[in-house]
């Protein structure tokens, strides 16, 4: 696990070349992103019985969890940009 002083340091290097090629940066919450059901909603720790795979409770979405999480993070970031 990176500390703190790495993480931000690598958080301001991206800022940085990102910046230069005019792409924005968005930080979102990544809180419950791979409990949370990409397609409908549901948030429940039994969606993760396996540790590398998803299953939601309510509508039975499968996919690998890192998948999971990393949809979910995108969606988080596009609503972030009101897109």
Excluded: H
Aim: aromatic fraction near 10%; proline fraction near 4%; hydrophobic fraction near 35%.
């Amino acid at each position: 696990m990176m500390s703190g002083w790495n993480f931000r340091e690598l958080a301001s290097f991206i800022e940085y070349k990102a910046a230069l090629q005019g792409v924005p940066v968005i930080y979102v919450d990544p809180k419950e992103t791979s409990k949370t059901c990409p397609k409908c909603g549901n948030v429940s720790r039994y969606n993760r019985k396996k540790q590398g795979w998803f299953k939601c409770t309510k509508c039975g979405y499968q996919s690998d969890a890192d998948r999971v999480g990393a949809i979910n993070i995108a969606a988080r970031a596009l609503d972030a940009l009101g897109a």
